[in-house]
């Protein structure tokens, strides 16, 4: 049997980085609040890496592991010239977290990038892939990677979370 190739191939797939200003459309336009990846982060995926959206879980500054799906690649519905990692947690929080420190785990795919037709339409494929990464998503699985090295590790000197600001949408 020859070795894994194509989406889920490198998975598990651990990735942590600062959380930055993405472009703006996640809980704005889509409904959907993403903290998107510093530069860095992305540059370090593998060249042959899949573009696509993804699940798995994610930790801000080293809090409780949670759920999350995200998505990965140049987001062809915008024609974004940049490639991002954008992450929406499944659960909702009071204040953003720009500057805190993400760490994920990636432990499965769920589709392919592509472009819709409508905002409609992309609103509707997220709300899938949501629905599709809850389903997905064990408690076994929670419990085995909240006792990983990877998260139980202290965030990088010099990560130390920044003050929380509040905002009017929830991230």
């Given at each position: 049997m020859g070795a894994k190739r194509g989406p889920g191939a490198m998975l598990p797939y651990f990735a942590s980085g600062r959380v930055v200003t993405g472009f703006g459309r996640g809980g704005k336009q889509l409904g959907c609040p993403t903290a998107n990846l510093e530069d860095a982060t992305v540059s370090d995926l593998p060249v042959d890496f899949d573009c696509g959206v993804y699940?798995?879980?994610?930790?801000?500054?080293?809090?409780?592991?949670n759920g999350m799906v995200m998505s990965i690649g140049w987001?062809?519905?915008f024609k974004n010239t940049r490639?991002?990692?954008e992450v929406h947690i499944l659960r909702s929080f009071d204040d953003d977290f720009y500057g805190s420190f993400l760490k994920i785990v990636i432990t499965g795919f769920v589709r392919?990038?592509?472009?819709?037709?409508?905002?409609?339409?992309l609103v509707k494929a997220i709300d899938e892939d949501i629905r599709i990464a809850r389903e997905k998503l064990t408690t076994d699985d929670l419990n085995k990677y909240a006792?990983?090295?990877?998260f139980n590790t202290p965030?990088?000197?010099?990560?130390?979370?920044?003050?929380?600001h509040d905002v009017n949408g929830k991230l």
């Open positions: 699940y798995g879980f994610a930790s801000v500054d080293g809090g409780p592991l987001n062809p519905q490639k991002s990692m392919p990038m592509t472009s819709f037709s409508s905002l409609d339409e006792a990983h090295e990877f965030i990088p000197s010099g990560s130390q979370p920044p003050q929380h």
